[in-house]
């Protein structure tokens, strides 16, 4: 899989800044959404009008960022158990309104339905929390990060004494090379790769 993330975007990218206008046009849902809600029939879901049912798989997004909020909200539409991951305290408690596990550590999540995405590069627990990613039974473990640029994780995981061969089990670049540069087209291309890798598909447009 191919980086969806380029220069000159990186923070938007990486989820240290929202794109332009975003928050301003962002509209919060009717109260009386979720009351007039109706569950999807199967025919819905075969079609492509509703959500997938639960397909058993977990998707872990660690750290709070706006990429994190795209792609948990499109994992859960596609059938994962979306779960984030987040360290503070405080960005724990402003992401409590995703509407979706918010978690301190990842123990506890991580199996073999599992796939983990970092969603920034930039958090100082992101050592720790990739080696027990590796340590665990995760089914995908991988980063965000243009391949042009350093991996921080490398020196990182390697102070930590994590061996090469598991280092290099982290996958970065993640996500279809699609061009993306916003959160939410970052967070299309990540989630289209995993299940492409899931399906043992190749994920372009050959069939």
Same mark, same amino acid.
């Given at each position: #899989?191919?980086?969806?993330?380029?220069?000159?975007?990186? !923070?938007? /990218? +990486?989820?240290? /800044?929202? %794109?332009?206008?975003?928050?301003? +046009?962002?509209?919060?849902?009717?109260?009386?959404?979720?009351?007039?809600?109706?569950? %999807?029939?199967?025919?819905?879901?075969?079609? =492509?009008?509703?959500?997938?049912? !639960?397909? $058993?798989?977990?998707?872990?997004?660690?750290?709070?960022?706006?990429?994190?909020?795209?792609?948990?909200?499109?994992?859960?539409?596609?059938?994962?158990?979306?779960?984030?991951?987040?360290?503070?305290?405080?960005?724990? /408690?402003?992401?409590?309104?995703? =509407?979706?596990?918010?978690?301190?550590?990842?123990?506890?999540?991580?199996?073999?339905?599992?796939?983990?995405?970092?969603?920034?590069?930039?958090?100082?627990?992101?050592?720790?929390?990739?080696?027990?990613?590796?340590?665990?039974?995760?089914?995908?473990?991988?980063? #965000?990060?243009?391949?042009? +640029? %350093?991996?921080?994780?490398?020196?990182?995981?390697?102070?930590?004494?994590?061996?090469?061969?598991?280092? $290099?089990?982290?996958?970065? %670049?993640?996500?279809?090379?699609?061009?993306?540069?916003?959160?939410?087209?970052?967070?299309? /291309?990540?989630?289209?790769?995993?299940?492409?890798?899931?399906?043992?598909?190749?994920?372009?447009?050959?069939?």
């Amino acid at each position: #899989m191919t980086d969806p993330i380029d220069d000159p975007s990186c !923070d938007v /990218a +990486h989820g240290h /800044a929202p %794109p332009a206008g975003d928050a301003a +046009h962002r509209q919060a849902p009717s109260p009386d959404d979720a009351a007039h809600r109706q569950a %999807p029939s199967p025919d819905d879901v075969a079609h =492509g009008y509703a959500p997938s049912p !639960d397909t $058993g798989r977990t998707l872990v997004a660690v750290f709070a960022s706006p990429v994190a909020e795209y792609l948990l909200r499109y994992a859960g539409d596609a059938g994962f158990r979306p779960v984030l991951v987040e360290p503070d305290p405080q960005r724990a /408690a402003a992401a409590g309104g995703l =509407g979706v596990t918010v978690v301190s550590s990842a123990d506890g999540y991580l199996d073999d339905t599992s796939d983990v995405v970092l969603t920034d590069h930039h958090r100082p627990e992101l050592g720790i929390v990739l080696r027990d990613a590796l340590a665990s039974k995760a089914r995908w473990v991988g980063i #965000m990060g243009n391949p042009r +640029h %350093p991996a921080p994780h490398i020196p990182a995981l390697t102070e930590l004494g994590v061996p090469e061969a598991e280092i $290099g089990r982290v996958h970065r %670049p993640i996500g279809l090379n699609i061009g993306s540069r916003t959160p939410a087209e970052i967070a299309v /291309a990540t989630l289209a790769g995993l299940i492409a890798d899931r399906n043992g598909r190749p994920g372009g447009f050959t069939f």
